[in-house]
């Protein structure tokens, strides 16, 4: 990697998607032959990391959803008003190629897309992931999500929370446009 920051924006035609390998077959072929099928129905957006605006080090993907107040653990869902689901943002997917792994890339991600969930004028409770693995939940949890207690691999965080990370400008992923 360069050290030049990313440029983080969303996925566009000028973005190479053919390259892109993280090194799990489902998530660089979701990129490549699905992703833009799914913003055009509006059923996700997709944001990518660029050292160069052509080539993909990193992308994630958000889509509106919610959580049943039921599945949230006790102690979250007593602070909240009694209605059967609480909004969310579900970051459906997100990736880093094998050539930037390790390197902050997909802490930055996480950031960019909390920052994006939280400054929407639409509210939602928190951000949600599906862990795809044991290890990819352990990279939520340490970054402060909380599992589900009956979905170990469903897990959330606050948007509140984002007030406590990070200023974006510090990640080595610097915001572009919505
Ligand atoms: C998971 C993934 C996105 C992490 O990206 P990355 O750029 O290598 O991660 P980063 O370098 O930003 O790591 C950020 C922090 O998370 C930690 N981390 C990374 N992977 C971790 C893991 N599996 N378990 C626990 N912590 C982890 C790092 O140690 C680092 O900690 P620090 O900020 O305290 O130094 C990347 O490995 C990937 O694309 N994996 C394949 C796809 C995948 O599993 N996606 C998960 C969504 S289902």
Not at 56 to 63: C, D, E, R
Not at 64 to 88: C, E, N, Q
Not at 117 to 124: Q, T, V
Request: positive net charge; aromatic residues 8%.
């Amino acid at each position: 990697m360069s050290g030049a920051p990313f440029q983080l924006s969303p996925l566009a035609a000028a973005h190479d998607r053919t390259l892109f390998d993280c090194g799990s077959p489902p998530l660089n072929r979701y990129l490549r032959e699905h992703a833009t099928q799914d913003i055009r129905r509006r059923v996700a957006a997709c944001f990518v990391a660029s050292p160069d605006g052509q080539r993909i080090a990193g992308y994630y993907t958000l889509a509106s959803a919610s959580l049943l107040l039921v599945d949230l653990p006790a102690v979250v869902g007593k602070k909240l008003p009694r209605y059967p689901t609480v909004p969310a943002v579900r970051m459906g997917r997100l990736a880093v190629d094998q050539a930037f792994k390790g390197q902050g890339l997909g802490g930055a991600l996480l950031a960019d897309a909390l920052t994006r969930a939280a400054r929407a004028e639409i509210a939602a409770y928190a951000l949600v992931v599906d862990a795809k693995d044991e290890p990819a939940a352990q990279f939520y949890r340490h970054h402060g999500f909380v599992a589900l207690p009956e979905a170990p691999r469903t897990l959330f965080l606050p948007l509140a929370t984002i007030e406590l990370l990070p200023v974006p400008g510090r990640h080595p992923g610097q915001s572009q446009g919505r």
